[in-house]
Nanobody
Framework: VQLQASGGGLVQAGGSLRLSCVAS????????MGWYRQSPGKQRELVAT???????NYADSVKGRFTISRDNAKNTAYLQMNSLKPEDTAVYYC?????????????WGQGTQVTVSS
């Protein structure tokens, strides 16, 4: 099983980016999917998660600006980021809880850099 994240880049403050995360491989079922981020010198932190049934959780710092969604048919999660701020600059990692064959495991993508200039 692999998670492939894409969509990062350089954007000015106030701009928007859309991240995508595609899960591939021998997947039986995907439970929660989510996005985390890590800035230099800081711990990785939760940005947003979405359960298979659609229950969503956001970090307070992104509420009202970011929107997480998923397409279960495509094994894909998205993160629409609007009104970006310089403090949103980080490497963004996608995460998914996946049942592949007989075990349920936690998987991480490779990370995609988001840089917001002031």
């Amino acid at each position: 099983v692999q998670l492939q994240a894409s969509g990062g880049g350089l954007v000015q403050a106030g701009g928007s980016l859309r991240l995508s995360c595609v899960a591939s491989g021998s997947i039986f079922s995907i439970y929660a999917m989510g996005w985390y981020r890590q800035s230099p010198g800081k711990q990785r932190e939760l940005v947003a998660t979405i359960a298979r049934g659609g229950i969503i959780n956001y970090a307070d710092s992104v509420k009202g600006r970011f929107t997480i969604s998923r397409d279960n048919a495509k094994n894909t999660a998205y993160l629409q980021m609007n009104s970006l701020k310089p403090e949103d600059t980080a490497v963004y990692y996608c995460n998914a809880v996946i049942r592949a064959t007989t075990r349920i495991e936690d998987y991480w993508g490779q990370g995609t850099q988001v840089t917001v200039s002031s």
